[in-house]
């Protein structure tokens, strides 16, 4: 649940930082949207990969 809603959030930052880039005027603004963008992106993919290890490690039934 909570990885859930850290995930939800996470795009949600990628999404803001799409929009800030894309209307940016000036170059710093433009750098922290890219860079918000990575993150986000970066953080998604780090919750997935997190669940597919847990997935993995848990005992077999």
Request: aromatic share 14%; glycine share 12%.
């Amino acid at each position: 649940m909570t990885s859930s809603l850290l995930g939800i959030f996470a795009a949600l930052l990628a999404l803001l930082g799409a929009v800030l880039a894309a209307h940016a005027i000036d170059t710093g603004m433009f750098t922290f949207g890219l860079g918000l963008l990575g993150f986000g992106v970066f953080f998604v993919y780090w919750l997935m990969k997190d669940h597919f290890d847990q997935r993995e490690a848990a005992p077999k039934t």
